[in-house]
């Protein structure tokens, strides 16, 4: 988890800090007010989209991640929208057109994984140039790793046979287009380690390669900081959130405050855009549960990081898996997930590859800006350019390495 508190103000650094801070179980009443806020501007958060739902029964995985607008168009952001919405998951065509190499699901880091458009928006877009279609299954976050291992396979698998039945018409793919394409997968931190888990509970319609990135199974007290004293902070705030009157004056604030906070936010949520919405909606609705888990006193993830070993070491069955850590990542455990899957994979004759990219546990998440500098550039706009240059390199190279191992089992 803590890649959702480390990724966040660099993805959403527009918000200030005091918008984007939530304590204790009052959380619950902050993602309403942010609803009730945004719906005041004339917005509606809950109703259904006009959206294309593929009919069911069928079997293996294509738009695009920028919208659109007017907003879009004043800031200088010429990207359409990359990804349709089918069922729960983001289906994403290659972009180049023509037959897709390949399918990959895709699960991004706890928190940030219930918005991949926007967190993981530049990464899946070079890999949809790389000429693969990508199913990406957002999920909220929990302590219970089995169960959202098993919803997550579930949902994937369902928009899969969609797709594999229907094809994608608007993107001029049949479904004889896609029916024998080969499956991979790519997860990324808490994704990572839901992806192997997923490789170790099924052993049917798995990927036959898998990707893992910054591979992260520690255990709560570890992965989530001040855990211990999260707990008992919780349920003594409580009370206080309910009668503070900073809290009711938050709850009276104007609609106007929040149509400032997205115009704040308009380089990521463009125009009140209605599918970058449904992402906003889906990153706060996820605070209240995991505070709630909290409260209730849960204090350890579900198996338990050892537990999660034990398991994958007796029971992974994906036939390639390529592990891949960063130059620079404290809370990367690659290396105790290759002694734990080497000797399984070696029993079944698969194959099993470690590398080290330059970069950091949040390299997979570097997002593209449309640089605009002051009237005058300035040595610091030039040296934040220079660094936002080098993550996003790095951020292709991590792409380009995932594309060309794939591509060894395509045949």
């Not at 919405?85 to 219930?114: Q, Y």
């Not at 029916?179 to 990324?188: A, I, K, R």
């Not at 990367?332 to 080290?356: A, I």
């Not at 790095?394 to 395509?410: A, I, Q």
Request: charge should be negative; aromatic fraction near 8%; charged fraction near 20%.
């Amino acid at each position: 988890m803590e890649l959702g508190t480390s990724i966040l103000g660099s993805t959403l650094g527009c918000i200030s800090p005091k918008a984007r801070t939530c304590y204790g179980p009052g959380c619950s009443r902050t993602s309403n007010l942010l609803r009730s806020k945004v719906q005041s501007c004339g917005l509606n958060l809950d109703r259904n989209l006009p959206l294309r739902r593929m009919v069911s029964d069928g079997y293996v995985g294509s738009g695009s991640f920028g919208v659109n607008t007017n907003a879009n168009s004043a800031l200088g952001n010429s990207r359409s929208k990359i990804y349709k919405r089918l069922d729960s998951c983001l289906v994403v065509p290659p972009t180049s057109g023509g037959k897709p190499r390949a399918i990959i699901k895709f699960l991004g880091g706890a928190f940030i994984g219930a918005v991949p458009e926007v967190t993981y928006g530049y990464l899946i877009e070079l890999l949809a140039k790389e000429g693969f279609l990508i199913i990406a299954v957002p999920y909220n976050v929990t302590f219970d790793h089995a169960r959202a291992a098993s919803e997550i396979y579930e949902k994937f698998h369902s928009c899969l046979d969609n797709v594999l039945t229907s094809g994608l018409p608007d993107d001029d793919l049949s479904a004889a287009d896609l029916v024998d394409l080969p499956l991979f997968s790519v997860g990324h931190s808490n994704g990572a380690l839901l992806q192997v888990l997923a490789g170790s509970y099924f052993s049917e319609k798995i990927p036959k390669a898998n990707a893992i990135i910054s591979y992260n199974n520690r255990p709560a007290s570890e992965a989530v900081p001040y855990f211990e004293q999260l707990g008992p902070l919780v349920s003594q705030v409580m009370p206080l959130m309910e009668v503070s009157p900073v809290y009711n004056m938050a709850r009276n604030a104007s609609g106007d405050a929040f149509k400032m906070l997205f115009d704040t936010a308009g380089a990521v949520i463009a125009e009140y855009d209605q599918e970058a919405l449904v992402s906003l909606n889906k990153f706060i609705d996820q605070l209240p549960s995991v505070l709630n888990q909290v409260s209730e006193g849960i204090s350890e993830f579900k198996p338990t990081p050892s537990e999660n070993r034990d398991y994958c070491k007796n029971a992974y069955n994906v036939p390639h898996t390529l592990l891949l850590k960063f130059s620079v990542d404290p809370i990367d455990e690659t290396d105790l997930l290759e002694g734990t899957l080497k000797p399984r994979v070696e029993s079944f004759g698969g194959t099993l590859e470690k590398v080290q990219l330059s970069g950091n546990h949040i390299t997979p998440c570097a997002q593209e800006p449309k640089w605009q500098a002051g009237y005058l550039y300035t040595p610091a706009d030039a040296i934040a350019q220079g660094l936002k240059t080098l993550s996003l390199n790095e951020t292709r190279v991590l792409s380009r390495t995932l594309s060309d191992w794939f591509r060894r089992f395509e045949a």
